[in-house]
C-alpha cells in the first residue's frame, strides 16, 4: 500500500504495532504443538533427516499458501464496511445477492450511508447463473444459513479449544524438569491459570490491553533468535528442506502415516483466522506490514530452527522446550505462558463478539450483553458465555491431560472453519465482486482442495480426542438452528395475524376505547401493520394510553448503523389516532445503549411532527411509506430544551422523590406512582423535563399535537412487551412439535428475558400474554 502522507505512515505503524497483542497472538504460539502433534503416533519413528526435511517443507508451504496469500493478500480485501469475521461475508451476501433470511427488510435500509460498501456495487450488475439460482430458491438460501451457522459453531468451540490448548503448551515444558508422576501438576497449574483468566473477563482488556503487543513482539523476535541459533548450531543446510521436492520424499516414505499426519502439519496455520476476524480494529495494510515483516519471517525461522534440532537430536523429546537453551528455559516458560495468556484473550473476546452478532441477527437465545464506554470499541462481555467458556476449558484440559488429544480436537474444527470460509469467500468473489464464475471456481478448486486434504486427515483424528470438536459444534449448531427456526416462525405467525391499517380507520376517531394519560410503548417484531399484542390488549381492558408508540428493533445487514440515521418515525392512522411508529434500526457488530431512549424517542416523535407539517423538506432525509430519517435534519435537537426536574420538594433532606406537577393525571395517582418509583428503583434517573423553545405554528393542530405529547411524557410512559406461551400446533409432525415444545421452550425459558435485554424499567413495564401455534 502506497502511504501519501506521513500522518497516514505513523497511523499504520502505530496499528501494526497494536495488531500484535489482539491479531497474532493464536498463531505466533502455533510452534509449541506443531511438530509435537506432527510426529505422533506411528510418524514418531520417522526421525530421519528425510522426513524432518518433508515435515518442515509441508509447515512452510502450507502456512505460506493459506496464511500468507490467503488470508492476507487476498481475503483481507473481502471486508465490509472495514469489518471481518464470517458474519461481514454474510451480510454482503444479503446485501448484494438477496440471499439472507432476515425478516423485516425495508427500502429504506438500502438509502444507510453504510449498506453500500465502498468498492461494491449492487446495482446495475451482470447477470449471474449463480445469483438466480441462489436468490430464486428458498433451499439455497437455508443452506447457505446452515454453513454460516456451521461457521460461527466452529469460532464457538474454538473459543473452548484455544484457551486450554494454548496454557497447557505453554508450561508443557514442566514435563521436561518434573518427574512422570508429577504430571498432575502441569494440569493443575493450567487450571488455575484459565480459572484466573476468565475471572478476570468482566474488567476488560483495556488496563492491560498495552501490554499484549510487548509480549507477542518479545515472544516472536525471542523464538526466532532461539531459530537462528538451532540453524547454525545444529544444522545449517535446513534450509533445503523448502524446496517442495521434499514434500515428494517425505509422502515416499511415510505413507498413510504422513497421510494422517497433515492433521498436525495443519496447526501452523490456526489462528489464522483472526486476521480476517479482527480486521475491523485495524486496517489491511497494518495487518500486511506486521504479518510480512515480523510475524511471517519470525514463524519461519522457528520452524527452520526446530528441524534442525530434531535432524541432529533423534533422541530427544518432540518438546517445544527441549530446542531451547538451558539457560533461556524458565524465561521461555515464564514468556510462553504469557504469550498464551494473549492468545487466549484474543479468542475469548472474539468469541463474545461472535455470539452477540449471532444474537444481533436472530441466531442465538438472548443474552446479556455488558459494554463499558473505557472499553476498546466493539468489545463487549457476555457473563453466561464467559462461565460456560471456562467449565469447558477446565472440563476438555482435565479430561485429556495432553497437548496431543487438545490438538487433534483444535486442528479438526480449524480446518473446517478455514475451508468454510474459502467457501464463503467464493461466492463473494463472484457474487460481490462481480468477478467470473470460471475465477471463482479456481480460487475454491486451489484453495479448496489443500484442505479438504487436511481435512481429511483431521477427520481420521476422530475417535482419538478429534470427537470433542464434533460434539461441541453438533450441540452450538443445534441451539444457534433451532433458535433462528422458532424465531421466525413467531415472527411469520405475527406478520399473519397482525391487524391491517383499515381496522384502526374504522373505529373512529376514539377508537372505541378510553384513552389514559401518558404513553404507551408497543414492543414489536413487525416493521409494519398492528401487532396482535395491541389488540389482545384492547380485548382484555378497553383502554390505553393517549400516545401510542409501536417500537421495532431490527438488525440491518451491515456492521455499524450512523446514530442520526437510525430512527426511522412514522404515523400510523390519522393524526387524531395518536399513534406513532419507531423501527431503531442496529448493524450487527453495534452495542445498543438504550439509557437514554425514551428521550431520544420524544425527541425523534416531535422533530418528525415539524418536519411533516413542513412537507418533509428536508433534503437529507428520505420517505419510505409514513416513515422517515428524521435525525439527519439540520434543526433536530434545535426545537427542545431539556433539563432535569429542579423542584425538589424538600427531596434534599428526606428520602421522598420529588413531585412531578402538571399532568391529566390526578395529583394522588401521580404522587402514588412517584413513590411506587422511588421504593422500587432508588436508583432510578431522575426524569427530565421538555420544553418546547419554538411556540410558532402556522397550524394550530401542530401546537395541541405537541403539547399533548409533553403532557403524556409528563404523566408518564409505560413498557408493553408480550409474554408470550408457544406451542406447535396439534397435527405438526413430531420433529416440529419436539423442536418447538421441547427445545425451543427450553431455550426460551433458560434466556434471558426481553425486558432485561432491553434495558426496560420494571416499575414501568406490562406484559401482555399471548399464546402462539406455530
Not at 76 to 90: H, Q, T
Not at 446 to 459: D, H, P, T, V
Not at 508 to 524: D, E, H, K, Q, S
Not at 596 to 606: P, V
Amino acid at each position: 500500500m502506497q502511504v501519501d502522507s506521513k500522518g497516514t505512515c505513523k497511523q499504520i505503524l502505530l496499528l501494526a504495532y497494536q495488531s500484535f497483542g489482539i491479531v497474532y497472538g493464536d498463531l505466533s504460539i502455533s510452534p509449541l504443538y506443531v511438530y509435537k502433534s506432527t510426529f505422533s503416533g506411528r510418524l514418531h519413528n520417522f526421525h530421519n533427516e528425510d522426513a524432518i526435511f518433508g515435515a518442515l517443507s509441508l509447515i512452510f508451504w502450507t502456512f505460506t499458501l493459506l496464511s500468507l496469500f490467503k488470508y492476507v493478500v487476498i481475503l483481507v480485501n473481502a471486508d465490509d464496511n472495514g469489518e471481518g469475521g464470517i458474519f461481514s461475508l454474510y451480510a454482503l451476501l444479503c446485501r448484494h445477492a438477496k440471499c439472507g433470511l432476515l425478516p423485516n427488510h425495508q427500502a429504506a435500509d438500502e438509502e444507510l450511508s453504510t449498506y453500500h460498501a465502498p468498492g461494491y456495487s449492487s446495482r446495475n450488475t451482470p447477470s449471474s447463473p449463480l445469483r438466480s439460482f441462489v436468490e430464486s430458491h428458498k433451499n439455497a438460501k437455508t443452506g447457505l444459513l446452515l454453513v454460516v451457522l456451521l461457521g460461527t459453531a466452529l469460532v464457538l468451540s474454538l473459543g473452548v479449544l484455544t484457551p486450554a490448548i494454548s496454557v497447557l503448551s505453554s508450561i508443557d515444558g514442566l514435563q521436561i524438569k518434573l518427574p512422570d508422576k508429577h504430571g498432575g501438576l502441569v494440569v493443575f497449574i493450567a487450571c488455575l491459570v484459565l480459572i484466573g483468566h476468565f475471572v478476570l473477563q468482566y474488567c476488560g482488556t483495556y488496563k492491560v490491553a498495552f501490554m499484549f503487543a510487548p509480549i507477542v513482539i518479545l515472544w516472536l523476535l525471542s523464538i526466532a533468535a532461539v531459530g537462528i541459533y538451532n540453524i547454525i548450531n545444529w544444522n545449517p543446510r535446513v534450509y533445503q528442506a523448502l524446496s517442495p521436492y521434499y514434500i515428494y520424499k517425505f509422502f515416499r516414505e511415510t505413507g498413510k502415516d504422513g497421510w494422517i499426519s497433515l492433521a498436525g502439519v495443519f496447526l501452523c496455520v490456526t489462528g489464522s483466522q483472526a486476521i480476517f476476524q479482527d480486521l475491523g480494529q485495524f486496517t489491511a495494510a497494518s495487518i500486511r506490514l506486521a504479518f510480512c515483516f515480523v510475524v511471517y519471517p519470525c514463524l519461519v525461522l522457528q520452524y527452520l530452527g526446530w528441524a534442525a534440532f530434531l535432524s541432529r537430536n533423534s533422541s530427544a523429546p518432540i518438546n517445544f522446550f527441549a530446542s531451547i537453551p538451558e539457560p533461556l528455559f524458565w524465561p521461555f516458560i515464564v514468556l510462553a505462558t504469557l504469550a498464551a495468556i494473549v492468545a487466549s484473550q484474543a479468542v475469548i473476546s472474539a468469541t463474545f463478539s461472535t455470539v452477540k452478532q449471532c444474537y444481533a441477527l436472530g441466531c442465538f437465545p438472548r443474552v446479556k450483553v455488558v459494554h463499558k464506554s473505557r472499553w476498546i470499541r466493539g468489545q463487549v462481555y457476555i457473563p453466561e458465555i464467559n462461565w460456560v467458556l471456562m467449565i469447558l476449558c477446565l472440563a476438555v484440559t482435565v479430561g485429556f491431560q495432553d497437548t496431543l488429544c487438545l490438538a487433534n480436537a483444535y486442528g479438526l474444527a480449524s480446518i473446517a472453519l478455514t475451508f468454510i470460509m474459502t467457501f464463503l469467500a467464493t461466492l463473494v468473489i463472484n457474487l460481490v465482486w462481480h468477478q467470473s464464475l470460471i475465477f471463482a471456481l479456481l480460487f475454491i478448486l486451489f484453495f479448496g482442495s489443500i484442505e479438504i486434504i487436511y481435512l481429511s486427515s483431521a477427520c481420521v483424528q476422530i475417535p482419538k480426542g478429534g470427537w470433542t470438536s464434533v460434539m461441541l459444534t453438533a450441540v452450538v449448531l443445534v441451539i444457534m438452528f433451532v433458535w433462528h427456526y422458532g424465531r421466525r416462525r413467531r415472527y411469520l405467525y405475527d406478520q399473519h395475524n397482525k391487524v391491517s391499517m383499515k381496522w384502526i380507520l374504522n373505529q373512529g376517531p376514539g377508537l372505541g376505547i378510553v384513552r389514559a394519560p401518558g404513553i404507551g410503548l408497543i414492543f414489536t417484531a413487525l416493521a409494519n401493520g398492528v401487532p396482535a399484542t395491541f389488540t389482545h390488549f384492547l380485548t382484555n381492558l378497553p383502554a390505553f394510553y393517549q400516545v401510542v408508540v409501536f417500537i421495532c428493533f431490527k438488525t440491518v445487514p451491515v456492521p455499524y448503523v450512523p446514530h442520526k440515521e437510525r430512527y426511522l418515525i412514522g404515523r400510523v392512522g390519522p393524526k387524531s389516532h395518536r399513534i406513532y411508529r419507531c423501527i431503531v434500526r442496529s448493524g450487527y457488530k453495534d452495542v445498543q445503549d438504550n439509557v437514554d431512549f425514551e428521550n431520544d424517542l420524544l425527541m425523534s416523535i416531535i422533530e418528525f411532527i415539524y418536519l411533516e407539517a413542513e412537507g418533509f423538506e428536508n433534503p437529507d432525509g428520505f420517505v419510505d411509506g409514513w416513515l422517515a430519517v428524521v435525525r439527519t435534519s439540520e434543526k433536530f435537537g434545535k426545537r427542545l430544551a431539556m433539563s432535569e426536574f429542579d423542584d425538589m420538594e424538600e427531596s434534599s433532606s428526606s428520602s421522598r422523590p420529588p413531585f412531578i406537577g402538571s399532568s391529566s393525571r390526578s395529583p394522588a395517582l401521580q404522587k402514588l406512582k412517584s413513590l411506587y418509583e422511588w421504593e422500587s428503583s432508588p436508583n432510578l434517573r431522575p426524569p427530565v423535563q421538555l420544553k418546547l423553545l419554538d411556540t410558532k405554528f402556522k397550524h394550530s393542530q401542530v401546537k395541541e399535537e405537541l403539547l399533548e405529547l409533553l403532557e403524556a411524557k409528563s404523566a408518564g410512559i409505560s413498557y408493553i412487551i408480550g409474554h408470550s406461551r408457544i406451542k406447535a400446533k396439534f397435527n405438526a409432525s413430531f420433529l416440529k412439535r419436539f423442536v418447538i415444545n421441547v427445545m425451543y421452550s427450553f431455550l426460551r425459558k433458560n434466556c434471558r428475558s426481553s425486558a432485561v435485554v432491553l434495558n426496560i424499567p420494571r416499575v414501568c413495564l406490562i406484559e401482555v400474554g399471548m399464546n402462539y401455534y406455530l
